[in-house]
T-cell receptor
Framework: QQQVKQSPQSLIVQKGGISIINCAYE??????FPWYQQFPGKGPALLIA?????SEKKEGRFTISFNKSAKQFSLHIMDSQPGDSATYFC???????????????FGTGTRLQVTL | NAGVMQNPRHLVRRRGQEARLRCSPM?????VYWYRQLPEEGLKFMVY????????ESGMPKERFSAEFPKEGPSILRIQQVVRGDSAAYFC?????????????FGQGTRLTVV
């Protein structure tokens, strides 16, 4: 019940295309869903996050779509660029009272390659 | 405002030695989390600490692993009598106290190699 399932495992997209990564969860206590970007040899960097009270959040070229009833959420990268080539992790957390951070449960990652 | 600082970045230990990994959270952050990442895998939660307290250690192996976050100084993840299976990247994350601040920020990690 604590798992977060992520797909696809790897993704190749042409420059300018849309990259879509999907995640699903089981634990209904999860109420915070961030996405992290990780380059080789680096730590994960927070990209964008969503709470379940909204169905979509957009920041620049990155959009999270959230479906509470289906317990699914996805990351869309519009106009994908070679610099976006990295591994992307979805995560989920059951926040503490007053919205304070708690431990994250991560998906297994998607390796994105954006080709010229 | 410096980010989460971890050291060393790379650590090589022989089987049976002790490994000490250090993490200094971002300024103003009082919550520290340790995660382990095996090659080609996602991050697995190990332990969550606040100053001088272990809040959640449900992901910590029962033996050889311990963590602390003293009142002064960095958080320490200690692995005693390391084995080859401990080889991994260990990441520390920190988050601020207070309401409505769920974001966790990660350090660059310590890559432990046990030979």
């Amino acid at each position: 019940q604590q798992q977060v399932k992520q797909s696809p495992q790897s993704l190749i997209v042409q420059k300018g295309g849309i990259s879509i990564i999907n995640c699903a969860y089981e634990n209904t206590a999860f109420d915070y869903f961030p996405w992290y970007q990780q380059f080789p040899g680096k730590g994960p960097a927070l990209l964008i996050a969503i709470r379940p009270d909204v169905s979509e959040k957009k920041e620049g070229r990155f959009t999270i779509s959230f479906n509470k009833s289906a317990k699914q959420f996805s990351l869309h990268i519009m106009d994908s660029q070679p610099g976006d080539s990295a591994t992307y992790f979805c995560a989920a957390s059951a926040l503490q009272m007053a919205g304070t951070a708690s431990k994250l449960t991560f998906g297994t990652g998607t390796r994105l390659q954006v080709t010229l | 405002n410096a980010g989460v600082m971890q050291n060393p970045r790379h650590l090589v230990r022989r089987r049976g030695q002790e490994a000490r990994l250090r993490c200094s959270p971002m300024k103003g952050h009082s919550h520290v989390y340790w995660y382990r990442q095996l090659p080609e895998e996602g991050l697995k939660f190990m332990v969550y600490l606040q100053k001088e307290n272990i809040i959640d250690e449900s992901g910590m192996p029962k033996e050889r692993f311990s963590a602390e976050f003293p009142k002064e100084g960095p958080s320490i993840l200690r692995i005693q009598q390391v084995v080859r299976g401990d080889s991994a990247a260990y990441f520390c994350a920190s988050s601020p106290p207070g309401q409505g601040k769920p974001e966790a920020f990660f350090g660059q990690g310590t890559r432990l190699t046990v030979v």
